[in-house]
């Protein structure tokens, strides 16, 4: 895991190794990027996953420990989607990969999403691992899934090639992944350039409604659990 500022784009590159599954690591480094993002005044962020996957999805290796430690994960998780959907900066994300489950979430949270061509799958899997989505990011799923596609991506648990991933609304555009980098990094620092305090002014108001429905929801799970 890094962070760096770059020509006033801060870049959070993420690589665990393995599969960046979202543990309370994980989290907790984002969220203290995100934090130096903004004392840095950087222009905007870039969210980069390792070579062939984004994110595979929460740590299961964490609900192993137990039910209190499951909830604290899973509720950090969906405050960092809910951060990420109203961060005041442009946040872009170069998908290098697979993009599952709490990693899909996280890439449909950011502003401007690239994804690697290749052969890498880009799911919600709650319907056929017998889950329900999260009734946090239920108002993300409906604002950036193509409504088109809402019943396959989000009933049906339909496993999306990068391609298809556009249509559906998972991302934004599709490059080879040797110009990825580049790529993504070009559009951080465009976006970089808009002026920061509209920039969040109108991205909050685009965004209010969908934020406000996902706090109230944060609340009740929490009240849940608690």
């Known amino acids: 895991m890094e962070y760096?500022?770059?020509?006033?784009?801060?870049?959070?590159?993420?690589?665990?190794?393995?599969?960046?599954?979202?543990?309370?690591?994980?989290?907790?480094?984002?969220?203290?990027?995100?934090?130096?993002?903004?004392?840095?005044?950087?222009?905007?962020?870039?969210?980069?996953?390792?070579?062939?996957?984004?994110?595979?999805?929460?740590?299961?290796?964490?609900?192993?420990?137990?039910?209190?430690?499951?909830?604290?994960?899973?509720?950090?998780?969906?405050?960092?989607?809910q951060r990420l959907y109203g961060y005041p900066l442009p946040v872009v994300a170069a998908c290098t990969g697979h993009a599952i489950a709490m990693g899909a979430f996280l890439l449909l949270a950011c502003d401007t999403r690239i994804g690697a061509r290749g052969d890498f799958r880009f799911t919600l899997p709650e319907t056929r691992i017998s889950m329900a989505i999260p009734r946090v990011v239920q108002p993300l799923c409906q604002q950036r899934l193509s409504p088109g596609y809402l019943t396959r991506a989000v009933v049906q648990s339909e496993i999306f090639g990068p391609d298809k991933a556009v249509e559906a609304g998972f991302l934004d555009e599709v490059e080879e992944p040797e110009k990825l980098a580049a790529t993504a990094l070009d559009a951080a620092q465009v976006l970089a350039q808009l002026p920061q305090e509209f920039y969040a002014e109108n991205k909050l108001f685009m965004r209010d409604k969908t934020l406000q429905e996902m706090q109230v929801e944060f609340d009740k799970a929490l009240a849940a659990a608690g």
């Open 4 to 81: 760096l500022l770059e020509d006033s784009v801060a870049r959070i590159n993420l690589d665990d190794g393995k599969a960046n599954v979202v543990s309370p690591k994980f989290i907790q480094f984002v969220n203290d990027s995100l934090d130096r993002a903004q004392a840095d005044s950087a222009g905007a962020v870039l969210i980069t996953g390792r070579e062939g996957i984004f994110s595979a999805g929460f740590d299961l290796k964490e609900f192993e420990k137990g039910m209190e430690q499951g909830i604290a994960m899973v509720s950090g998780g969906m405050a960092l989607a």
